[in-house]
């Protein structure tokens, strides 16, 4: 506790302090509360840890680094949907306990992550059969619906999209809701609290619904984040409240890959899809000759730089990067045709916050 304080305290003021104080206490006591909210922004030192059990360290590393297998082909809702005039989504919120880096390690440091440090009691969006019978599988390596972040949410430009969101975030018991970038809606389908204006899907309490009406119109092709908006979006979205909205153009064919990145912060972490470090944050593959595309988008409060090894694509002015800024509420999507076999770094490129976790492994086999 001591040393935890003490790293806050590097980085926040007195009143941040007092305000962490409780969630550090909580650690060993069970459920998190809005005390959470005040210690989002708590910078985990890389210079200070505790060192890996050497054992755990080497299984943690075999299994990162391990060669790659042939990856699976990748299969896209939108193909298995087109053709309909109205596309459904049955989202819930729903509680799950999340670990930030369940290997425990962080493989690059040699050091332990504890697990008091590591889990959170979240807060996420699953997507559902209709009706909201059963939660539908994950098919992915990540970024479908396996937790943080959500579901993607897949359209055509031109698509009319319902998103059926019920909000059972029984742990915490805030109102949640949804709102969409990318798309064209009515006020009452933003998802954004409004107080006296902004009716029942800004703010949809625990057990009740909300169906939100989207169209995705000509500017809605790329990558984009959704998110809560509601009143309680500054404690949910730390939670895990977000996810990566997908919209292709009329006659666009898919990738053969897509890849999901959400930078965010958890727990004091700097994170990817929720996790941090290697063998946390997905791996991704790749066979040489796949269109692979990449759909990044940022969360929380940091600035961030989107960095792949090996790699270089054309940004929006036509010049060649490899490495893009992108801030709170931003997102990007770039493909490339892939030509480079290879173990490859995929990270921030803010250092510190690639030492906190922000970086993973992406493996090209021919
Ligand atoms: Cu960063």
């Not at 990318?182 to 389908?189: I, K």
Request: aromatic share 10%.
């Amino acid at each position: 506790m001591t040393r935890r304080a003490a790293v806050v305290a590097g980085i926040a003021t007195a009143a941040a302090v007092a305000a962490a104080a409780p969630l550090v206490g909580q650690t060993s006591g069970g459920a998190v509360e809005p005390a959470a909210a005040a210690t989002l922004h708590e910078q985990h030192s890389p210079m200070t840890f505790t060192p890996a059990d050497p054992a755990a360290l080497d299984a943690a590393r075999k299994e990162a680094f391990a060669p790659a297998a042939t990856p699976p082909p990748q299969q896209f809702t939108s193909m298995a949907t087109n053709g309909t005039r109205i596309r459904h989504y049955w989202i819930k919120a729903v509680n799950v306990k999340w670990d930030v880096a369940p290997n425990g390690q962080d493989v690059l440091t040699a050091r332990r992550v504890d697990p008091v440090e590591r889990q959170l009691d979240a807060v996420v969006y699953r997507a559902y059969t209709p009706g909201w019978k059963k939660p539908l599988p994950n098919r992915a390596v990540a970024g479908d619906n396996d937790g943080v972040p959500g579901p993607v949410i897949e359209a055509r430009v031109g698509d009319t999209i319902h998103v059926h969101f019920k909000n059972e975030d029984r742990v915490h018991k805030l109102p949640h809701s949804m709102h969409f970038h990318a798309f064209s809606y009515a006020p009452g389908s933003d998802g954004a609290y409004i107080p006296q204006i902004s009716g029942r899907g800004g703010n949809v309490p625990v057990g009740k619904s909300f169906t939100y009406k989207l169209t995705a119109g000509p500017q809605s092709h790329g990558a984009w984040p959704y998110h809560d908006h509601s009143s309680s979006m500054h404690e949910s979205i730390p939670q895990g409240l977000y996810g990566v909205v997908a919209v292709y153009r009329k006659n666009e064919k898919p990738p053969d890959r897509r890849f999901v990145v959400a930078f965010a912060e958890h727990k004091g972490f700097n994170t990817i899809n929720g996790r941090a470090f290697i063998g946390n944050t997905p791996t991704f593959q790749a066979r040489v000759g796949e269109t692979v595309e990449w759909n990044v988008i940022s969360m929380g409060e940091l600035f961030h730089t989107f960095h792949t090894h090996g790699h270089r694509w054309l940004n929006h002015a036509g010049v060649p990067i490899d490495n893009q800024e992108i801030g709170p509420g931003g997102s990007f999507r770039m493909r490339w045709r892939e030509d480079a076999p290879g173990t490859w770094y995929y990270h921030c490129h803010v250092e510190s916050h690639q030492m906190n976790g922000m970086i993973g492994l992406y493996k090209v086999t021919r």
